[in-house]
């Protein structure tokens, strides 16, 4: 009798200095309202977690985020607020009916041309962005 072998992963415990990025495909949160992205993407960060964020939030999430993550900071221990940036792939140098194009596009699919990135302070040192590139500079324990 064959016993069939289970290809099973075994997960790490993760440390408390290990880093931990967080690939999130925006499909995760597009069926959610406001609070509860926010109150997902808070989650995550409260965990010491980098998110890359396939797509970008709504200007007024991006507020709601970072007013919620100000009123943590002094009340959650170590908490120093969050950096996000955000990279999209627009062009400005495209005709008439390729911008039309895509924002019928956007309008059926979302915010899916870009990727944010979001992470503890505590963690990224600093976030700089150009039209056409994010650094990333994390904090050394």
């Known amino acids: 009798m064959a016993t069939k072998k289970k290809n099973v992963k075994k997960s790490k415990k993760i440390r408390k200095n290990d880093l931990t990025i967080h690939f999130m495909p925006y499909s995760e949160i597009a069926n959610k309202n406001v609070i509860e992205r926010i109150k997902k993407i808070m989650g995550l960060i409260l965990d010491k977690k980098i998110i890359i964020l396939q797509g970008k939030l709504k200007p007024d999430e991006e507020v709601r985020l970072i007013e919620n993550s100000m009123t943590l900071i002094g009340n959650i ?16 140098n495209v005709n008439l009916f390729h911008k039309i194009r895509h924002n019928i596009a956007k ?3 979302g915010e899916q041309d870009a990727i944010t990135i979001i992470g503890p302070a505590s963690i990224v040192k600093e976030i700089t962005q150009d039209p056409k590139k994010i650094e990333l500079m994390l904090q050394r324990k």
């Open 107 to 109: 309008i059926l699919i």
């Open 77 to 92: 221990k170590d908490f120093q607020g969050i950096e996000i940036a955000t990279i999209s792939g627009e062009s400005e």
